[in-house]
């Protein structure tokens, strides 16, 4: 059974340059979830898919962030002109539910410094 | 806006002590709940998920509980070990099943 995975799992670039992160769901879940956790605070919620279909976006997903998930399968999250602000723990998570019971399954997480 | 607050923000027991992890919502009008564990420089891993129309769930040692009319849930940890050592986060659901809004955790250590 494999669970969510995140690429890369460490990041680190310099103020000003673009970033990418890839998320790979749990195979068939058809929800996907992005977070952003900083040191010493719980994970806040950034943007989440049903399929492809971008759902809802967190007013913390500035205009420099974007992210997709074609064909509702992986995801991708862009950092435009990356700050030191952004410097944060990004962590993906997935769910399946009938009904309102989705349990999200968390990925290990992508860990980027902004030097 | 829903706001997450987990008390005691640290705890540290000797082993073999049952513990209480309090967790609270400003709104009670949550949906599910989950309790996560998080090791140091890790993801979440989901421990437990009380669904809308439950009012606790057990998994092993572990003892959830989740009263709606009060905003409150409790994770209770039965005869704590040291591999029990890790930060806590609960989080409440929106109706819909989506965001997660999590407290800032609880950090807890289980000393030999």
């Known amino acids: 059974d494999t669970g969510v995975s995140q690429d890369p799992r460490h990041k680190i670039t310099k103020r000003g340059q673009n970033v990418t992160f890839r998320c790979d769901p749990i195979?068939?879940?058809?929800?996907l979830y992005w977070y952003r956790q900083t040191l010493g605070q719980g994970p806040e919620f950034l943007t989440y898919f049903q399929n492809e279909a971008q759902l809802e976006k967190s007013r913390l997903l500035s205009d420099r962030f974007s992210a997709e998930r074609p064909k509702g399968s992986f995801s991708t999250l862009e950092i435009q002109r990356t700050e030191q602000g952004d410097s944060a723990m990004y962590l993906c998570?997935?769910?399946f539910g009938t009904g309102f019971s989705y349990e999200q399954y968390f990925g290990p997480g992508t860990r980027l410094t902004v030097t | 806006k829903q706001e997450v607050t987990q008390i005691p923000a640290a705890l540290s027991v000797p082993e073999g002590e049952n513990l209480v992890l309090n967790c609270s919502f400003t709104d009670s009008a949550i949906y599910n709940l989950q309790w996560f564990r998080q090791d140091p420089g890790k993801g979440l891993t989901s421990l437990l998920l009380i669904q809308s129309s439950q009012r606790e769930q057990t998994s092993g040692r572990l003892n959830a509980s989740l009263d709606k009319s009060s905003g409150r849930s409790t994770l209770y940890i039965a005869a704590s070990q040291p591999g029990d050592s890790a930060t806590y986060l609960c989080a409440g659901s929106t109706w819909d099943g989506n965001k997660l809004v999590f407290g800032a955790g609880t950090i807890l250590r289980v000393k030999s």
């Open positions: 195979s068939e879940h058809n929800r």
């Open positions: 998570a997935s769910s």
